[in-house]
């Protein structure tokens, strides 16, 4: 939800610059092509985001998995009356902060599919694969 949520605003850019791009009289010759890629961003936005949400799932289970104490902490709370739920996703947030190290990990995996799931693929598309090797400015 959370890379969602950071991209949505670069999508919704994207699309309503195409938007304005597509009513540009002077751009008519780039019709087609501002077409093309008007259809195809939604595919590339779907693809980073369920490599953006396979990678947290996989990086947190990997270690939740085997942490018998975060399960046994969880299961004392069946039994206590009404807020189970909530006891339950306070102590998993509570775990979470606690390893800072893997939010790093799923960070640059989300880079790395911005990255590979749409920045490449763009720049494809638009003949500039040379601006994925330019150094930062």
Known sequence: ?????RSQSYFAGLNELLGNMLGDPELEPA???LNELRRTVPTW????????RVSGREIF?????????????CVRFWGQGGGYRDRVSKCLQEWCD???HLVESIEKRIQSAWKDGFLQPLAILC???DLLSAPPE
């Open 98 to 100: 606690a390893h800072p």
């Open 31 to 33: 019709k087609d092509y």
């Open 61 to 73: 289970r990997a270690e939740l998995f085997v942490d018998d104490s975060i399960w046994r902490k």
């Open 127 to 129: 003949d500039s694969t």
């Open 1 to 5: 939800m959370e890379v969602q949520k």
């Open 45 to 52: 936005r779907e693809r980073f985001l369920k490599e953006a």
